[in-house]
């Protein structure tokens, strides 16, 4: 069996732990210069406010609808997501990372094991040791277990284990909501008389592989119980930018730690540009073996989290901001099993011209030139360059971000 | 004495005119502060004492306390309780089903609570830091 666990709405769940005045209440964070709304609450999704709506146009209806903003605060669910992989790598050997919020987890446990119960038991844990209620479903393969993690969401009890007959749980499931399956490759289906999970599980592999990809064949195996993804695989699909793979034999050496590492980021990030997609920043996790001479050591992962000085897909630039921080990856005398990039903090859409952004790129000169003209025309230096420094408030564009809760000592939460 | 940068080494036993020292059998790593005491990272938190309510009990304006959610309140603990969305830092009391919070400072009062449930408790304060120079 395969887990999937994610935080419920994750980056609200995480501003709701040291503010509980945003409990109960219709919350939403949003993208980096306050752009759009990227996390939602469960209340405030009832009120009908789509994903990825501009904070320009909620602005008029904040009072009215009672809705509470928060600008993103990526170092705290950083932060928190370290704790909850943390936690889950106490409970499995094997754990890995997704996203920012999603891990698929590998149990080392054998049939008749009580999946429900152990699934309760790891969310009451990252509940009550982290405060993020989360979702965690069990299933053969990776496909399913994202289905069966969207159905333990809905439960009272949070986690969903899939039972054998699959049939009688994806016979219903619109085909759009299979891990994978876009918009545009549901239209297609749909031509092909495909409009539910069942219907494409049981229309012929082979014909799939014909008429659209083998990444489309894959899908229907794996929801039919066949393992195609492994826990070294590629990604394959787009809702997630990230790159892995297994060593092939242990590496002890930081300097081959660096270097497939940075092979890995050239690679994502390549699907990212493929996409047109940016990341606002980077997970980077290494996975080492247990040791049992001299002394017996866990294994267990070393990460980093790395937020980008501005959302890129740039592998020059990922590759600098990066670099500081390899070495925490690496502890001498373990013996390193796989390593792993993964994006969060995903941006769509046309080149957002980031006027605030520090100068990254030495040839931006044309992003000057601008700059210049309509300093030129609203006069007063109207846009400056973050490099000038960020005291003046009128610059800020963070102006709802809630304090570095857990990574700055100035900003730990004060009890009375 | 090696210039060569390269060689980087800290020498933790200086090894007399070709005697290895005894010492070397025992394994020495220096003082840990967080391995005394953040005994589980992914649970524990730093919160700011700020008031007197805790004063008799060492805690003081100011100070530092270390919060570890996995530990489970017990009669006596101090913790950290959520009150009107507010935190709080007080001695968590349950004696003969009575849950209460208690203040370390006789000019506060407790806080009593006729349902155990309704006392929402963050996590559990493990030790203060007072710090004379910061």
């Known amino acids: 069996m395969i887990g999937l666990v994610d935080g419920n709405n994750f980056f609200v769940s995480c ?5 509980k005045s945003l409990e109960g209440k219709p919350v939403a964070v949003l993208s980096s210069n306050d752009g759009c709304v990227i996390a939602r609450s469960y209340e405030f999704k009832a009120l009908g406010i789509a994903m990825g709506t501009p904070y320009f146009k909620l602005k008029p209806d904040i009072k009215r609808l009672g809705i509470i903003l928060r600008s993103g605060n990526h170092e705290l669910y950083a932060d928190i997501s370290r ?46 040791w982290i405060g993020v209620p989360c979702g965690i479903g069990f299933a053969p393969t990776k496909t399913l277990a994202k289905i069966a993690n969207h159905i333990g969401k809905k439960s009272s009890s949070g986690v969903f284990v899939m039972p054998s007959n699959i049939k009688n749980v994806i016979e219903n499931l619109p085909v759009e909501e299979v891990w994978g399956i876009g918009r545009n490759l549901t239209d297609k289906l ?10 494409l599980a049981s229309y012929g592999d082979e014909k799939l592989h014909k008429a659209f990809s083998i990444g489309v064949a894959r899908t229907a195996m794996e929801l039919r119980g066949f393992q195609c993804y492994q826990e070294e695989d590629i990604n394959a699909l787009s809702q997630s930018i990230s790159y892995s793979r297994c060593y092939g034999e242990p590496v002890v050496d930081f300097s081959d730690i660096a270097e497939s590492v940075s092979y890995y980021i050239s690679r994502a990030a390549e699907k990212l540009r493929a996409e047109g997609q940016r990341a606002s920043g980077i997970n980077i996790y290494s996975v080492y073996y247990p040791e049992y001479k001299p002394y017996r050591l866990d294994g267990g992962m070393s990460e980093v989290i790395v937020p980008f000085p501005t959302s890129t897909d740039d592998t020059i630039e990922m590759l600098k901001a990066v670099k500081p921080h390899l070495q925490k990856l690496f502890k001498q005398g373990r013996r390193y099993k796989k ?20 100068k990254i790129n030495a040839t931006n000169s044309k992003l000057f030139e601008t700059v210049d003209k309509l300093n030129a025309r609203y006069g007063k230096r109207a846009l400056v360059s973050l490099s000038e420094g960020l005291d003046k408030k009128w610059l800020a564009k963070r ?18 | 004495m090696n210039k060569n940068k ?18 070397d059998n025992y394994a020495s790593t220096p003082l840990d ?71 370390a400072n006789e000019n506060f009062e407790p806080i009593l609570f006729k349902d155990e449930m309704q006392l929402q408790i963050f996590g559990v304060v493990s030790a203060v830091i007072h710090q004379f120079v910061k």
């Open chain 1, 339 to 358: 390593s792993g990039v993964v994006f969060w903090g995903l941006e769509r859409g046309a080149v957002q011209l980031d006027m605030f952004a520090p």
């Open chain 2, 6 to 23: 390269k060689h980087a080494q800290i020498m933790e036993n200086v090894v007399m005119a070709g005697f290895p020292s005894v010492a």
């Open chain 1, 399 to 416: 102006n709802m971000a809630s304090p570095n809760y857990t990574t700055d000592w100035n900003d730990i939460p004060i009890v009375h």
């Open chain 2, 33 to 103: 502060l967080n391995e005394l005491l953040v005994k589980r990272p992914s649970a524990t938190f730093f919160v700011r004492a700020m008031g007197e309510s805790m004063i008799d009990a060492g805690i003081n304006s100011g100070d530092i306390l270390i919060v570890d959610r996995s530990l489970e309140a017990i009669d006596g603990s101090i913790v950290i309780a959520c009150i009107q969305n507010e935190f709080t830092v007080k001695y968590f009391r349950k004696k003969n089903g009575v849950v209460s919070l208690e203040p």
């Open chain 1, 190 to 199: 749909k031509r092909k008389g495909i409009y539910t999970a069942w219907q």
């Open chain 1, 15 to 19: 501003e709701r732990i040291f503010d």
């Open chain 1, 83 to 128: 704790r909850i992989m943390s936690v889950l790598a106490e409970f499995v050997p094997d754990v890995e990372q997704y996203s920012i919020d999603e891990a698929f987890i590998w149990p080392a446990y054998e049939n008749n094991f009580d999946w429900h119960n152990f699934g309760i038991k790891m969310r009451s844990t990252i509940l009550k």
